[in-house]
């Protein structure tokens, strides 16, 4: 077999063993709320909404990835799962991320051929044996397709500085970096210190700079087009996300101590390897340097953020992902190092052929056992029993089929994923995640003018239905037998209040005329407020809202303890009721 049909043979079994593992393997479906909020942008968008969060057909980059969210949108389009669509795009991204790297260390002569099908054979372990790696592939986050994105930067250096290329398709790599920097930073905008460290490295190393200055000169222009674009639909520079998160706090340095800890062996291994290989990777070491500072750039960028929905490490893959393909290239470089010690060159690289190839045979063997040994359901059967058991998916989509149109309605709750995405209403996001009116509430301090304004951006939507969350300790017995629902405010640090809700905003629900219909308890227990005199119509609306299996209602209404303030909302049969002292 030739050696070009060889390198063929290498990187096609690697990408078919990523992909049917990850099909076959039973990883749990992580149904997740805030994931829903792509769902919910792309549906908008392909039903002519662009940009939108719901009917109200109002601008926002509630959407930490464009890029992610618009390749979502010919799922939405073609009412495919959206969960299965997500995965379908992560299990791809990954595959392509761990081949595009084995090209890359062979096709650069950082490896020879041999030990570069090693070296993806190696990644391809680490990566499926991370637990948190393949939880995300099915998470419905953007992490994995952002890993791509930041591989194709750390690729295209590698090619541009590459002395047996020509400088003309050193120059087409040019190209290809800037717009892979384009896109990682479309997926998370912090990557866009990964192709700052990238353009940094080839301006150093690179032998044509005039080249490099000239695309990076069309770079900026393109990346100012972009940011007046984002202006004239948004109305801000930055996502909603940025005003939310980039912040100080403990939250942001116990996630990156966290994953210093469970990480500290495996970077531990990839420095000894980078140390102890320097000679032989010093003659393409700008690759290593790209994913070494970029890794702790990302580590220090979080120490300053409030990372709110942390699932699997999903903010710091790029440090993961960094210090497994420093690992694999030493164990490659190690292997064949122990191989040679007792045999000859040529029986060197025919033995770590061999050793690839069995070590593919005995991975496939497993795979296999373990798929005849467990009652295998598709990937499209999972993602469908992981949305439909969701209970916010059963209790929205009871709400939808109950209400006339939906869309007439507007709802205010803080979970801004699921319920509007099965619900379809006018929907009000109290954590301020899709309303940029509320998101920049979180950079005041907190006081009356704090709470003047959020109760103005969630009123002036005329809400039909307040859903509050309970986190009483009390006992549903007890409440029932006192006939009046008790709870304190509810303490959410997602909300521009990063603590308990103030009380200040329960009296103007109730002075604006929310009165109690009824309370849900499925996974969590919620209080449905409606609006008394709602065009909706407010027995409607409790007829529709109330009448989940999950739904029980209190007599005497509910009673919001906040701030030494006690705010009674009287049962809509007896909405004339006054505040209970």
């Not at 920097?181 to 353009?199: D, K, N, S, T, W």
């Not at 000859?344 to 033995?351: D, E, G, K, N």
């Not at 997602?494 to 200040?504: D, E, K, L, T, V």
């Not at 409607?540 to 303890?561: I, Q």
Request: proline residues 5%; neutral net charge.
């Amino acid at each position: 077999m030739s050696s070009k049909a060889l390198n063929r043979l290498y990187d096609l079994s690697i990408f078919l063993l990523v992909v049917s593992f990850l099909l076959v393997v039973p990883t749990p479906i992580f149904v997740n709320d805030d994931t829903f909020v792509y769902f919910n942008y792309a549906r908008n968008f392909a039903e002519g909404r662009p940009f939108a969060y719901d009917p109200r057909n109002i601008p926002s980059e509630g959407f930490t990835s464009m890029l992610y969210m618009l390749l979502l949108v010919p799922a939405e389009v073609l009412r495919i799962n959206p969960v299965f669509a997500s995965s379908a795009i992560n299990i791809l991204a990954l595959a392509l991320s761990i081949v595009w790297l084995g090209q890359m260390v062979r096709t650069t002569g950082i490896l020879p051929s041999h030990l570069a099908a090693l070296f993806t054979w190696l990644l391809t372990v680490f990566t499926l044996s991370d637990q948190n790696i393949r939880e995300l592939v099915f998470a419905g986050f953007e992490s994995i397709v952002g890993l791509l994105c930041v591989t194709g930067i750390v690729v295209s250096v590698a090619y541009v500085l590459d002395e047996q290329r020509s400088a003309q398709a050193r120059r087409r790599w040019m190209s290809v970096f800037l717009v892979a920097a384009f896109l990682a930073h479309l997926v998370r905008p912090e990557y866009l210190m990964v192709g700052a460290i990238g353009g940094a490295v080839l301006l150093w190393r690179s032998p044509d700079r005039g080249a490099l200055l000239r695309r990076t000169a069309i770079f900026a222009f393109v990346m100012v087009v972009y940011y007046l674009f984002k202006f004239a639909v948004f109305g801000d520079l930055f996502p909603t996300g940025f005003y939310r998160k980039v912040r100080s706090s403990e939250v942001g340095i116990a996630h990156v101590t966290g994953w210093v800890r469970d990480y500290f062996f495996d970077c531990l291994l990839a420095a000894y390897f980078l140390v102890r290989h320097i000679s032989i990777l010093r003659k393409n070491l700008a690759w290593t340097v790209v994913l070494g500072f970029a890794s702790v750039s990302i580590l220090l960028f979080y120490t300053q953020t409030t990372p709110l929905v942390d699932f699997f490490y999903r903010f710091l893959i790029v440090p993961t992902w960094s210090a497994y393909t420093v690992a694999s290239v030493g164990l490659a470089l190690l292997i064949h190092s122990l191989i040679s010690y007792f045999t000859s060159a040529h029986r060197a690289i025919l033995l770590s052929r061999i050793t690839y190839f069995v070590g593919l045979a005995i991975f496939c063997v497993l795979t296999v056992i373990h798929l005849l040994m467990q009652d295998y359901r598709s990937l499209y059967e999972r993602a469908e029993q992981g949305v439909q058991s969701h209970f916010y998916i059963q209790l929205a989509t009871h709400w939808r089929t109950k209400l006339s149109d939906p869309s007439t309605v507007t709802v205010v709750f803080g979970d801004a994923g699921i319920i509007p995405y099965a619900l379809r209403s006018r929907f009000v996001d109290t954590n301020g995640l899709t309303e940029p009116s509320i998101a920049h509430l979180f950079r005041l301090p907190d006081g009356e003018e704090k709470n003047r304004l959020f109760i103005r951006n969630v009123l002036v939507n005329q809400p039909d239905v307040i859903l509050d969350y309970n986190w009483s300790a009390s006992s549903d017995l007890q409440e029932q037998e006192n006939g009046l629902a008790t709870m304190p405010a509810p303490v959410n640090n997602h909300s521009p209040f990063n603590g308990q809700m103030p009380a200040a905003i329960y009296q103007a629900y109730r002075d604006y005329g929310m009165v109690y219909g009824c309370s849900i308890h499925l996974f969590v227990k919620l209080h449905v407020l409606i609006r008394r005199d709602s065009p909706a119509g407010a027995e409607t609306l409790k007829e529709a809202f109330c009448s989940h299996p999950s739904a029980y209602y209190f007599p005497e209404g509910l009673l919001v303890r906040a701030e030494g303030q006690a705010i009674h909302f009287p049962p809509l049969t007896d909405a004339t009721a006054v505040n209970r002292p």
